[in-house]
């Protein structure tokens, strides 16, 4: 074979390998138990905003998506040692995690709220939280406010692996209460049969130290091509009515925020 063929072979192949890439489906990593953004249907499968949102993406980037379900503070090392391409989990943006991996812009916003029984009062200094169980979620926001600011004031901080956990406990009666993302706890549980006699206690927390820039899609550090074909697919669901659409499905109000 002549340099001519030798390199026009060569250039063929890298085509061909750059049209397979382009078509790979994207590892997406999600933890299904987080209702209404994530949580399994009867039948086993997937569904939730952040789900029809991730479907809606693909779609839009003209790639198949490949759900990849597992626990929350799993995902963030799935993406460092590239088994996922993507994480899309309700995954605050926060400069601690900026370290580790990249994001997209926001796709929501919600502040942190306290859910404790009702007719439980709340001080600006926490000082009722003395001695009390407040269950979040290993590795969440609600995780590092818990930490840095509740248990400071004396409440004993209890983590779990999903949100799910923390309302068995807290209908058990081992739990005083939870902190997390309002948004999953009006839906999820106050909303829900089992919420009854729990209500909001106190503020919607929002300081943007513990609270970031609201929920972005995550990616391995570097990949910026990645974020920017994300970024303008989110800004192209938003300007044509999907995001609209499928956000309807679940929240009757607006939650994309400021």
Not at 19 to 31: D, F, T, V, W, Y
Not at 42 to 67: H, T, V
């Amino acid at each position: 074979m002549n340099l001519k063929s030798l390199l026009g072979s060569l250039l063929l192949a890298s085509l061909a390998a750059t049209a397979q890439a382009e078509q790979a489906p994207l590892r997406i990593g999600i933890e299904a138990a987080y209702p209404p953004f994530a949580f399994k249907t009867p039948e086993g499968g997937i569904a939730g905003f952040d789900y029809d949102i991730g479907n809606a993406l693909c779609a839009q980037l003209q790639r198949k998506c490949q759900w990849v379900e597992q626990e929350y503070d799993g995902l963030i090392p799935s993406l460092k040692v590239k088994k996922i391409d993507a994480a899309l989990s309700s995954i605050t943006i926060t400069d601690e995690r900026k370290r580790s991996v990249d994001f997209t812009h926001k796709y929501y916003f919600t502040p942190g709220r306290l859910v404790m029984k009702e007719g439980s009062q709340l001080d600006a200094q926490f000082s009722q939280l003395k001695d009390k169980n407040i269950g979040v979620q290993r590795g969440s926001t609600a995780d590092t406010f818990a930490t840095q600011v509740l248990a400071k004031a004396g409440a004993n901080v209890v983590r779990y692996t999903s949100q799910d956990e923390i309302y068995l406990d807290l209908l058990a009666g081992r739990l005083d209460g939870t902190f997390a993302d309002s948004i999953p706890l009006q839906f999820g549980f106050l909303d829900t049969p089992r919420g009854k006699g729990f209500a909001f206690v106190g503020p919607a927390f929002k300081d943007p130290a513990f609270f970031g820039e609201g929920a972005g899609i995550a990616v391995h550090k570097g990949n910026g091509e990645l974020v920017d074909q994300l970024n303008a697919a989110i800004d192209a669901l938003r300007a044509n009515g999907k995001y609209k659409e499928i956000e309807g499905k679940y929240f009757k109000s607006d939650i994309y925020g400021d």
